[in-house]
C-alpha cells in the first residue's frame, strides 16, 4: 500500500481523535437539561419554532409517543418527497427541464432520503431538477441524519434514569440536533467547499470547449450544499451520479480527505456524548474502541486487497514471463486521482457508516476487496455507523453481550445500573433480526425472479448474486451504497429496495426506543461482586466478538456463495 495511504489514515486517525471530546462535549450539553453553548443565539430560534409548530418543549414524551412522532414526521416526508418529484415540471428551478420522476422511482428515491440512505437508481444531474435537489433531498440530508440522533439520545435518557416514565421530546431533539448541531456543521462545510471548486449555482447545462477543441457540455447547479449535508449527516449519494469520483464534486485531494473526515466526525464524537450524559466516561470509550477496531480492519484489508491486484494477471519481464499481482494494483473502476488504496479507504469508511458517498467503483474491486465493504454493512452499520443509529446498534449489542455474559456466570445481566430481562431481551432479538430479514428474504426473492435474472443481473454466476446481495445489504443496512453492474431502476427493485430501507429503518428505531423507555422506568441497582465490569477492555473484546459472531452466522452462507466462490474460481 502506498505511503500517501498510511498518511491519510493517520491523520483521518487523529483528527478523529482531537474531535471526539470536543464535539462530543458540546452535543452531551445539547441534549442535557443544562446550560449548553449558544443558548444566547439558538433558543430565540428554538423558540420561534415551538411556537409556530405548536410544540411544548417542557413536555416530555413516553417511548410510544415519541416512537409515534418519529413515525408521523417521517411519513409526512416521504409524501412531500414523492410528491415534488412528480410534480417537478411544474415546479421552480428546472433549468435542464427534466421530466416527471416514475411512479416507481419516485417512491424509491422518497424513502431513500427519509430513511437516511440515499440509495439512487438514477443518474442525479439528468434525473432531478434542482428544486427537487436542494429542497427534497438536501432538507432530508438535515432532518433523517437529525431523527436518528434525536432516537440516541432517547436511547440514552433511557440507560441514564430511573424510575422515569418519559425519554424526552422528540420534536425539541430534532430541532435541537438540526439547529445546533447539523446546520452549523454543513455550513462551514459547504463553504469549505466552495473554496476548493466544487459546484454551487443554479444553473443547467454549461457548454465549454476542451483542450482538444471539442464541445462539451457539462451539468452544474447546488452541488456543495448538498455534499456538504450528505457527508456531515452520514447520508450519502450524491448531486452528480458517479458521486465522489466526479471533479466537480470532489475537485482535490484536500476534499477527499475532508469528505471522509465528515462522515466520521460525529459518529465517533457521539461515543462521548454517550459517556458523558450517563456520567462515566469509560463506557464511552469502550464503545469507541469497538467502532475503531471494526473501521481500522475494514479499511485496511479493503486496500491490500485492492492495491495486491488480480493474481491472475501477468506481466513480462526482460527475459520470460514473470507471474505476479497486478501492476500498482486493481485500477480498474478508480479515479486515477486516487488509485486503489484511497478507493479501499473510501470503502471501508463509507460502508462503516450508513453513507453511501464513494470514489471508486465497488462492482470493480477484487472479490476480496468487494467482500469487505459488503461484510462490513452487514455487521449492522456500527463501525462506527451513522449518525446516531450507529451508538444505538453497538449499544443494543452491548446489552446482548451483558445477557451472554449473565448466562455464563448464572445470574441476571446487568448493564449501566439496570437489570436487562426478558422483555429488553425480546426487543433486542427483534432488532437483530430485522436488519437479516430485510436483506435475506428480499435478495432471495429477487434471485428467483425472471425480471431480475433477465433484467437487473448484468454479470452471471457469483458476481451477479454479489450484485443482488450488496444492494438488498445497502438498502437493509440504509447505507445507500451500490455494488453498480445492477439495473435497480425497474418497477420490483425500486419498490422491495424501498420496503427494504423502511424495515432496516423503522424496525429498528422501534425496538430500540421501546427498549429506552423499559429500561428508564427502572431502579439502578448497586454494582456487587457478581457484576460483569461494562467499562474495561474486556467488555470491549466481549462486544466485538459477539457482533462478529451474530453477522457471522447469519450471512456467512450468503457470502460464501457470492464473493468468496468468486475469489477461489479466479
Known amino acids: 500500500m502506498s505511503v500517501s ?158 424510575r ?59 452541488t456543495a450544499s448538498q455534499e456538504a449535508a450528505k457527508m456531515v449527516g452520514t447520508n450519502g449519494g450524491g448531486f452528480n451520479n458517479v458521486n465522489a469520483a466526479n471533479p466537480l464534486q470532489n475537485p482535490t485531494g484536500f476534499t477527499d480527505f475532508f469528505g471522509l473526515y465528515l462522515i466520521l466526525m460525529i459518529p465517533f464524537a457521539l461515543t462521548f456524548t454517550y459517556g458523558k450524559m450517563v ?27 485492492e492495491t495486491g491486484g488480480n493474481p491472475n494477471l501477468t506481466r513480462a519481464g526482460a527475459n520470460q514471463a514473470v507471474t505476479s499481482s497486478q501492476s500498482g494494483g486493481n485500477m480498474e473502476g478508480k479515479d486515477i486521482r486516487n488509485g486503489p488504496a484511497e478507493c479501499g479507504l473510501w470503502a471501508g469508511s463509507t460502508t462503516g457508516t450508513s453513507n453511501g458517498a464513494t470514489n471508486c467503483q465497488h462492482d470493480s474491486m477484487t472479490p476480496l476487496g468487494g467482500l469487505v465493504p459488503m461484510a462490513h454493512m452487514k455487521l449492522g452499520e456500527v463501525s462506527p455507523g451513522g449518525v ?24 441476571t445481566p446487568e448493564y449501566m445500573g439496570k437489570k436487562i430481562q426478558a422483555s429488553e431481551v425480546k426487543l433486542v432479538v427483534l432488532y437483530i433480526l430485522a436488519m437479516p430479514f430485510a436483506v435475506l428474504v428480499g435478495a432471495g426473492i429477487a ?12 454479470n452471471p454466476g457469483p458476481h451477479g448474486l454479489s450484485e443482488v446481495l450488496y444492494a438488498f445489504a445497502s438498502a437493509g443496512n440504509n447505507n445507500g451504497s451500490a455494488f453498480a453492474g445492477i439495473t435497480a431502476n425497474t418497477q420490483f427493485m425500486n419498490i422491495a429496495l424501498g420496503v427494504s430501507m423502511l424495515i432496516g429503518r423503522f424496525f429498528l428505531i422501534i425496538p430500540t426506543l421501546g427498549i429506552a423507555g423499559a429500561l428508564a422506568r427502572k431502579d439502578k441497582v448497586p454494582p456487587s461482586a457478581g457484576t460483569f465490569p461494562t467499562g474495561t477492555p474486556l467488555f470491549a473484546g466481549l462486544v466485538f466478538g459477539v457482533t462478529v459472531i451474530v453477522a457471522g452466522l447469519t450471512f456467512f452462507p450468503a457470502l460464501a456463495l457470492g464473493p468468496i466462490v468468486e475469489h477461489l474460481s479466479i
Open 279 to 305: 456520567g462515566d466516561g469509560r463506557q464511552g470509550w469502550v464503545v469507541f474502541s469497538v467502532m475503531l477496531s471494526f473501521w481500522l480492519i475494514a479499511v485496511i484489508a479493503a486496500a491490500a486487497f
Open 5 to 162: 495511504f498510511w498518511i491519510q489514515l493517520g491523520l483521518l486517525v487523529a483528527a478523529v481523535g482531537v474531535t471526539t471530546p470536543l464535539l462530543g462535549g458540546y452535543m452531551a450539553k445539547v441534549y442535557g437539561n443544562a446550560e449548553a453553548p449558544g443558548d444566547r443565539v439558538f433558543l430565540p430560534v428554538e423558540r420561534l419554532i415551538y411556537r409556530i409548530c405548536r410544540v411544548d418543549p417542557e413536555r416530555e414524551q413516553r417511548w410510544t409517543v415519541y416512537a409515534f412522532s418519529v413515525l408521523a414526521f417521517s411519513l409526512v416526508g416521504i409524501l412531500v418527497l414523492y410528491a415534488m418529484q412528480r410534480l417537478q415540471t411544474v415546479l421552480p428551478m428546472n433549468p435542464t427541464a427534466v421530466p416527471k420522476v416514475g411512479e416507481a422511482l419516485s417512491w424509491n428515491t422518497a424513502v431513500s432520503f427519509v430513511t437516511n440512505t440515499n440509495w439512487q437508481s438514477y443518474a442525479g444531474e439528468s434525473t432531478l431538477s434542482n428544486f427537487t435537489q436542494m429542497t427534497g433531498l438536501t432538507v432530508q440530508n438535515f432532518v433523517s441524519a437529525a431523527s436518528g440522533m434525536a432516537v440516541m439520545a432517547a436511547l440514552i435518557r433511557g440507560l441514564s434514569r430511573r
Open 388 to 411: 446516531g443509529v450507529g451508538l444505538n446498534g453497538l449499544l443494543i449489542l452491548a446489552l446482548l453481550s451483558v445477557f451472554i455474559a449473565g448466562l455464563m456466570v448464572g445470574r
Open 164 to 222: 422515569s416514565r418519559t425519554i424526552g421530546n422528540f420534536w425539541v431533539d430534532l430541532v435541537r440536533s438540526t439547529l445546533r448541531i447539523l446546520l452549523p456543521l454543513m455550513f462551514v462545510a459547504g463553504i469549505v467547499y466552495v473554496s476548493q471548486g466544487v459546484v454551487q449555482n443554479f444553473e443547467g447545462f454549461t457548454t465549454v470547449k476542451t483542450v482538444e477543441g471539442r464541445s462539451q457540455v457539462i451539468r452544474q447547479g447546488p
Open 447 to 458: 434471485i428467483v425472479l425472471p425480471t431480475v435474472l433477465n433484467q437487473s443481473i448484468l
